[in-house]
Protein backbone atom coordinates (compact mmCIF):
# COMPACT_ATOMS: atom_id res chain seq x y z
CA UNK A 1 0.00 0.00 0.00
CA UNK A 2 1.67 3.09 -1.28
CA UNK A 3 1.64 5.62 1.74
CA UNK A 4 0.23 9.36 2.51
CA UNK A 5 3.54 10.90 1.98
CA UNK A 6 4.89 8.52 -1.31
CA UNK A 7 1.53 10.01 -3.33
CA UNK A 8 2.39 13.40 -1.75
CA UNK A 9 5.59 13.43 -3.47
CA UNK A 10 4.63 11.58 -6.49
CA UNK A 11 2.43 14.75 -6.81
CA UNK A 12 4.96 17.17 -6.40
CA UNK A 13 7.32 15.19 -8.96
CA UNK A 14 4.73 15.60 -11.29
CA UNK A 15 3.89 19.13 -10.74
CA UNK A 16 7.24 19.88 -11.80
CA UNK A 17 7.94 17.77 -14.75
CA UNK A 18 4.53 19.02 -16.12
CA UNK A 19 5.19 22.80 -15.05
CA UNK A 20 8.71 22.82 -14.91
CA UNK A 21 11.17 20.91 -17.05
CA UNK A 22 12.00 21.39 -20.27
CA UNK A 23 14.67 21.24 -22.87
CA UNK A 24 17.61 23.45 -23.35
CA UNK A 25 18.01 25.10 -26.26
CA UNK A 26 16.65 22.15 -28.13
CA UNK A 27 19.69 20.56 -27.35
CA UNK A 28 18.92 16.05 -27.01
CA UNK A 29 19.61 14.54 -24.04
CA UNK A 30 19.39 18.03 -21.94
CA UNK A 31 16.93 19.17 -19.52
CA UNK A 32 16.27 22.45 -16.89
CA UNK A 33 13.89 23.45 -15.08
CA UNK A 34 12.20 26.80 -15.26
CA UNK A 35 12.41 29.13 -12.28
CA UNK A 36 8.53 30.06 -12.61
CA UNK A 37 5.07 28.74 -14.17
CA UNK A 38 3.54 30.30 -16.10
CA UNK A 39 7.44 30.97 -17.31
CA UNK A 40 7.83 34.30 -19.11
CA UNK A 41 10.35 34.60 -22.28
CA UNK A 42 13.87 34.75 -19.80
CA UNK A 43 12.70 31.75 -18.14
CA UNK A 44 11.46 29.77 -20.52
CA UNK A 45 15.29 30.30 -22.89
CA UNK A 46 17.02 29.98 -19.71
CA UNK A 47 18.28 33.26 -20.71
CA UNK A 48 17.05 33.73 -16.72
CA UNK A 49 18.64 30.76 -14.88
CA UNK A 50 19.65 29.83 -11.07
CA UNK A 51 22.35 27.15 -10.73
CA UNK A 52 21.70 26.27 -7.43
CA UNK A 53 18.42 25.84 -7.97
CA UNK A 54 18.87 23.71 -10.51
CA UNK A 55 21.09 21.59 -8.26
CA UNK A 56 18.28 21.47 -5.63
CA UNK A 57 15.86 20.13 -8.47
CA UNK A 58 18.70 17.46 -9.25
CA UNK A 59 19.07 16.50 -5.81
CA UNK A 60 14.72 16.22 -5.66
CA UNK A 61 14.89 14.26 -8.80
CA UNK A 62 17.52 11.91 -7.22
CA UNK A 63 14.89 11.68 -4.02
CA UNK A 64 12.00 10.36 -6.80
CA UNK A 65 14.14 7.46 -7.94
CA UNK A 66 14.99 6.41 -4.58
CA UNK A 67 11.42 6.81 -3.23
CA UNK A 68 10.53 4.55 -7.02
CA UNK A 69 13.22 3.54 -9.01
CA UNK A 70 12.81 3.29 -13.08
CA UNK A 71 14.62 3.87 -15.94
CA UNK A 72 12.84 7.73 -17.13
CA UNK A 73 13.58 8.47 -13.97
CA UNK A 74 17.37 7.30 -14.30
CA UNK A 75 17.57 8.99 -17.93
CA UNK A 76 15.83 11.84 -16.40
CA UNK A 77 18.92 12.97 -13.66
CA UNK A 78 21.74 12.28 -16.64
CA UNK A 79 19.35 14.73 -18.73
CA UNK A 80 19.49 17.37 -15.76
CA UNK A 81 23.23 17.02 -15.06
CA UNK A 82 23.34 17.25 -18.62
CA UNK A 83 21.43 20.36 -18.80
CA UNK A 84 23.06 21.85 -15.76
CA UNK A 85 26.65 21.85 -17.48
CA UNK A 86 25.79 22.58 -20.98
CA UNK A 87 23.77 25.81 -19.50
CA UNK A 88 27.07 26.47 -17.28
CA UNK A 89 28.86 26.94 -20.88
CA UNK A 90 30.95 23.30 -20.15
CA UNK A 91 32.25 23.67 -17.04
CA UNK A 92 31.04 22.46 -13.77
CA UNK A 93 32.24 25.01 -11.36
CA UNK A 94 30.91 28.67 -10.82
CA UNK A 95 32.05 31.66 -8.60
CA UNK A 96 30.12 31.00 -5.49
CA UNK A 97 31.27 28.19 -2.92
CA UNK A 98 27.29 27.18 -1.95
CA UNK A 99 26.29 27.00 -5.41
CA UNK A 100 29.49 23.90 -6.05
CA UNK A 101 28.80 22.21 -2.88
CA UNK A 102 24.86 21.81 -3.79
CA UNK A 103 25.97 20.49 -7.34
CA UNK A 104 28.76 18.63 -6.31
CA UNK A 105 25.93 16.98 -3.48
CA UNK A 106 23.20 16.15 -5.97
CA UNK A 107 25.98 14.42 -8.16
CA UNK A 108 27.70 12.81 -5.55
CA UNK A 109 23.94 11.35 -4.75
CA UNK A 110 22.83 10.78 -8.26
CA UNK A 111 25.89 8.47 -8.51
CA UNK A 112 25.24 6.39 -5.57
CA UNK A 113 21.50 6.27 -5.95
CA UNK A 114 20.52 6.38 -8.70
CA UNK A 115 24.19 4.93 -10.51
CA UNK A 116 24.52 8.23 -12.78
CA UNK A 117 27.95 8.99 -12.27
CA UNK A 118 29.79 12.06 -12.95
CA UNK A 119 32.87 11.78 -10.57
CA UNK A 120 35.44 13.86 -11.97
CA UNK A 121 32.79 16.73 -11.75
CA UNK A 122 32.29 15.69 -7.84
CA UNK A 123 35.92 15.78 -7.10
CA UNK A 124 36.57 18.84 -9.31
CA UNK A 125 33.69 20.24 -7.16
CA UNK A 126 34.97 18.70 -3.93
CA UNK A 127 38.43 19.64 -4.79
CA UNK A 128 37.34 24.06 -5.28
CA UNK A 129 36.02 23.63 -1.68
CA UNK A 130 38.72 22.02 -0.32
CA UNK A 131 41.28 24.86 -1.50
CA UNK A 132 38.80 27.64 -0.82
CA UNK A 133 39.99 27.04 3.17
CA UNK A 134 42.04 29.71 4.59
CA UNK A 135 43.97 29.84 7.24
CA UNK A 136 44.79 33.14 7.22
CA UNK A 137 41.52 34.62 6.71
CA UNK A 138 40.38 32.36 10.36
CA UNK A 139 39.26 29.46 9.21
CA UNK A 140 36.03 28.76 7.11
CA UNK A 141 35.36 29.23 3.58
CA UNK A 142 34.03 32.37 1.90
CA UNK A 143 30.59 32.91 0.14
CA UNK A 144 31.50 32.88 -3.16
CA UNK A 145 35.31 33.46 -4.93
CA UNK A 146 37.36 37.26 -3.88
CA UNK A 147 35.32 37.54 -0.77
CA UNK A 148 35.55 38.10 2.66
CA UNK A 149 32.47 36.64 4.26
CA UNK A 150 32.47 33.38 5.38
CA UNK A 151 28.80 31.50 6.22
CA UNK A 152 26.91 28.62 7.32
CA UNK A 153 24.91 28.84 3.46
CA UNK A 154 28.61 27.97 1.96
CA UNK A 155 30.55 26.32 4.74
CA UNK A 156 27.53 23.98 5.91
CA UNK A 157 27.10 21.99 2.50
CA UNK A 158 30.67 21.92 1.58
CA UNK A 159 31.28 19.96 4.82
CA UNK A 160 29.03 17.45 4.03
CA UNK A 161 30.44 17.29 0.66
CA UNK A 162 33.83 16.92 1.97
CA UNK A 163 32.92 14.39 4.68
CA UNK A 164 31.01 12.00 1.94
CA UNK A 165 33.54 12.19 -0.46
CA UNK A 166 36.66 11.35 2.22
CA UNK A 167 37.94 14.66 3.40
CA UNK A 168 36.84 13.96 6.92
CA UNK A 169 39.57 16.22 8.55
CA UNK A 170 39.26 19.32 6.96
CA UNK A 171 35.18 18.50 7.21
CA UNK A 172 35.49 18.28 10.50
CA UNK A 173 37.45 21.45 11.04
CA UNK A 174 34.45 22.90 9.21
CA UNK A 175 32.03 22.35 11.86
CA UNK A 176 34.13 22.51 14.57
CA UNK A 177 34.71 26.40 13.67
CA UNK A 178 30.94 27.03 13.04
CA UNK A 179 30.45 25.31 16.56
CA UNK A 180 33.03 27.90 17.79
CA UNK A 181 32.43 30.97 15.96
CA UNK A 182 28.51 30.65 15.03
CA UNK A 183 26.31 28.56 17.46
CA UNK A 184 24.11 31.34 19.78
CA UNK A 185 25.01 29.78 23.39
CA UNK A 186 21.55 31.05 24.51
CA UNK A 187 19.24 29.51 21.73
CA UNK A 188 21.48 26.45 20.33
CA UNK A 189 20.87 27.43 17.13
CA UNK A 190 23.35 28.77 14.13
CA UNK A 191 24.09 32.12 12.72
CA UNK A 192 24.07 32.84 9.42
CA UNK A 193 27.87 33.91 9.35
CA UNK A 194 31.02 35.71 10.06
CA UNK A 195 32.34 39.39 8.54
CA UNK A 196 36.00 40.90 9.20
CA UNK A 197 36.83 41.85 12.58
CA UNK A 198 34.39 38.97 14.09
CA UNK A 199 31.45 40.78 13.35
CA UNK A 200 28.28 38.21 13.27
CA UNK A 201 25.33 37.81 10.87
CA UNK A 202 22.87 36.94 13.94
CA UNK A 203 20.15 35.95 11.17
CA UNK A 204 18.88 31.86 12.02
CA UNK A 205 17.56 30.78 9.03
CA UNK A 206 16.23 27.06 8.76
CA UNK A 207 18.75 26.79 5.54
CA UNK A 208 21.74 26.67 8.39
CA UNK A 209 20.58 24.83 10.90
CA UNK A 210 19.84 22.24 7.68
CA UNK A 211 23.11 22.23 6.94
CA UNK A 212 24.75 22.03 10.28
CA UNK A 213 22.85 19.46 11.15
CA UNK A 214 23.52 17.25 7.79
CA UNK A 215 27.33 17.94 8.04
CA UNK A 216 27.02 16.70 11.75
CA UNK A 217 25.30 13.50 10.97
CA UNK A 218 27.93 12.80 8.31
CA UNK A 219 30.39 13.20 10.45
CA UNK A 220 28.70 11.24 13.37
CA UNK A 221 28.54 8.33 10.65
CA UNK A 222 32.16 8.14 9.76
CA UNK A 223 33.96 9.12 12.52
CA UNK A 224 32.18 7.91 15.34
CA UNK A 225 33.51 11.06 17.39
CA UNK A 226 30.64 11.32 20.06
CA UNK A 227 30.77 15.32 19.57
CA UNK A 228 29.29 15.19 16.40
CA UNK A 229 26.16 13.14 17.68
CA UNK A 230 26.15 15.56 20.97
CA UNK A 231 25.80 18.25 18.45
CA UNK A 232 23.34 16.80 16.25
CA UNK A 233 20.77 15.90 19.30
CA UNK A 234 21.29 19.70 20.80
CA UNK A 235 20.47 21.69 17.64
CA UNK A 236 17.67 18.99 17.16
CA UNK A 237 16.33 20.48 20.37
CA UNK A 238 17.02 24.28 19.88
CA UNK A 239 15.36 23.41 16.39
CA UNK A 240 11.85 22.13 18.18
CA UNK A 241 12.04 25.08 20.73
CA UNK A 242 13.04 28.13 18.96
CA UNK A 243 12.29 27.54 15.07
CA UNK A 244 9.41 25.76 14.86
CA UNK A 245 5.83 26.71 15.50
CA UNK A 246 3.25 24.10 17.31
CA UNK A 247 6.08 21.48 15.48
CA UNK A 248 6.16 23.45 11.83
CA UNK A 249 9.00 25.12 9.97
CA UNK A 250 7.98 27.87 8.81
CA UNK A 251 8.04 29.15 4.98
CA UNK A 252 10.23 31.77 4.31
CA UNK A 253 8.72 33.46 0.84
CA UNK A 254 9.73 32.76 -2.63
CA UNK A 255 13.51 33.47 -4.49
CA UNK A 256 16.01 31.63 -2.54
CA UNK A 257 14.08 31.57 1.03
CA UNK A 258 11.00 29.39 -0.62
CA UNK A 259 14.16 26.49 -0.43
CA UNK A 260 15.06 26.95 3.06
CA UNK A 261 12.32 25.21 4.86
CA UNK A 262 13.14 22.13 2.65
CA UNK A 263 16.58 22.20 3.44
CA UNK A 264 15.85 21.70 7.00
CA UNK A 265 13.18 19.01 6.20
CA UNK A 266 16.04 17.22 4.54
CA UNK A 267 18.41 17.20 6.96
CA UNK A 268 15.80 16.40 9.71
CA UNK A 269 15.15 13.12 7.77
CA UNK A 270 18.82 12.39 7.38
CA UNK A 271 18.97 12.53 11.20
CA UNK A 272 16.02 10.94 12.01
CA UNK A 273 16.51 7.76 9.51
CA UNK A 274 20.34 7.59 8.76
CA UNK A 275 22.38 9.04 12.02
CA UNK A 276 24.26 6.35 14.02
CA UNK A 277 22.58 7.97 17.24
CA UNK A 278 19.25 6.56 16.30
CA UNK A 279 18.02 3.58 18.76
CA UNK A 280 16.62 1.13 18.48
CA UNK A 281 12.28 1.40 18.98
CA UNK A 282 11.13 0.71 22.25
CA UNK A 283 9.61 -2.54 21.67
CA UNK A 284 12.89 -3.77 20.96
CA UNK A 285 14.35 -2.36 24.29
CA UNK A 286 11.26 -3.77 26.11
CA UNK A 287 11.98 -7.76 24.47
CA UNK A 288 16.11 -7.42 24.90
CA UNK A 289 17.45 -9.17 27.73
CA UNK A 290 21.07 -10.04 28.39
CA UNK A 291 23.08 -12.36 30.44
CA UNK A 292 26.93 -11.14 31.42
CA UNK A 293 28.38 -13.42 34.08
CA UNK A 294 26.17 -13.35 37.32
CA UNK A 295 24.38 -9.87 36.47
CA UNK A 296 20.83 -9.80 34.16
CA UNK A 297 19.49 -6.73 32.66
CA UNK A 298 15.72 -7.08 33.26
CA UNK A 299 12.83 -5.41 33.17
CA UNK A 300 11.97 -2.58 36.31
CA UNK A 301 8.60 -1.05 37.09
CA UNK A 302 8.74 1.40 34.60
CA UNK A 303 9.24 -1.14 32.18
CA UNK A 304 12.82 0.62 31.15
CA UNK A 305 15.74 -2.06 29.65
CA UNK A 306 18.98 -1.89 29.70
CA UNK A 307 22.00 -3.21 27.05
CA UNK A 308 25.49 -3.12 28.85
CA UNK A 309 28.58 -3.83 27.84
CA UNK A 310 30.57 -6.93 28.47
CA UNK A 311 32.66 -5.25 31.30
CA UNK A 312 31.69 -4.69 34.78
CA UNK A 313 28.45 -5.33 34.49
CA UNK A 314 27.53 -5.35 38.35
CA UNK A 315 28.13 -1.39 38.37
CA UNK A 316 25.09 -1.56 36.08
CA UNK A 317 22.42 -3.02 38.31
CA UNK A 318 21.09 0.51 39.78
CA UNK A 319 21.24 2.42 36.42
CA UNK A 320 18.62 4.49 35.62
CA UNK A 321 18.10 7.10 33.68
CA UNK A 322 14.64 9.07 32.97
CA UNK A 323 14.61 11.35 30.02
CA UNK A 324 11.32 13.39 29.58
CA UNK A 325 12.95 15.35 26.90
CA UNK A 326 15.60 18.21 26.46
CA UNK A 327 19.07 17.06 27.41
CA UNK A 328 20.24 14.47 30.69
CA UNK A 329 21.14 17.07 33.34
CA UNK A 330 24.55 14.98 33.87
CA UNK A 331 25.72 11.14 32.96
CA UNK A 332 24.17 8.13 35.61
CA UNK A 333 26.39 7.31 37.94
CA UNK A 334 26.69 4.02 36.71
CA UNK A 335 28.34 4.72 33.34
CA UNK A 336 31.92 4.20 32.93
CA UNK A 337 34.27 4.77 30.29
CA UNK A 338 34.14 0.55 30.52
CA UNK A 339 30.35 0.50 29.84
CA UNK A 340 27.76 0.95 27.21
CA UNK A 341 24.35 1.94 27.92
CA UNK A 342 21.33 1.74 26.35
CA UNK A 343 18.15 2.72 28.19
CA UNK A 344 14.72 3.73 27.12
CA UNK A 345 11.91 4.72 29.24
CA UNK A 346 8.60 4.42 27.64
CA UNK A 347 5.83 6.23 29.73
CA UNK A 348 3.93 7.66 26.97
CA UNK A 349 3.35 7.62 23.27
CA UNK A 350 6.33 10.25 22.59
CA UNK A 351 9.01 7.81 24.51
CA UNK A 352 12.23 9.25 24.84
CA UNK A 353 15.39 7.38 25.16
CA UNK A 354 18.94 8.16 26.93
CA UNK A 355 22.02 7.93 25.92
CA UNK A 356 24.85 8.91 28.73
CA UNK A 357 28.22 9.94 28.29
CA UNK A 358 30.65 9.57 30.48
CA UNK A 359 32.47 13.02 29.47
CA UNK A 360 29.61 15.52 28.74
CA UNK A 361 25.87 15.73 29.35
CA UNK A 362 23.76 13.00 27.51
CA UNK A 363 20.86 13.77 25.37
CA UNK A 364 17.89 12.61 24.59
CA UNK A 365 15.72 12.01 21.58
CA UNK A 366 12.35 10.13 20.48
CA UNK A 367 12.93 6.50 20.05
Known amino acids: MVSVWAQRAAHAEDAVLHHHLRRLWGVPGTRLGTATWPAGPANRSFLRWNYWW ?9 DAFDRDPTAARRRRIAQVARGIRTRNL ?11 AWLGLALHRAGTVAGVRRADAVGTLAGELEAAWSDAAGDGIPWRRADVFRNVPAN ?13 DR ?11 LRDLETGLIYDGLRPGGVLETATYTYCQGVVLGAESELATHTGEPRHRERVHRLVDAVAHHLSVDGVLPGAGGGDGGLFAGILARYLALVAFSSPTRLPPPSWCWRRRRRYGRTTCRWTGDRASARV ?6 LHRSCRCSCPGGWCSRPPRCWTANLVVWICTPRRPRDWCCWPSCSSVGSCWPC
Request: hydrophobic share 40%.
Open 54 to 62: QAQLLDCLV
Open 90 to 100: GSWTNDYYDDM
Open 156 to 168: GPAAILLARTGRL
Open 171 to 181: AAATVDWIDAH
Open 309 to 314: GPRRPS
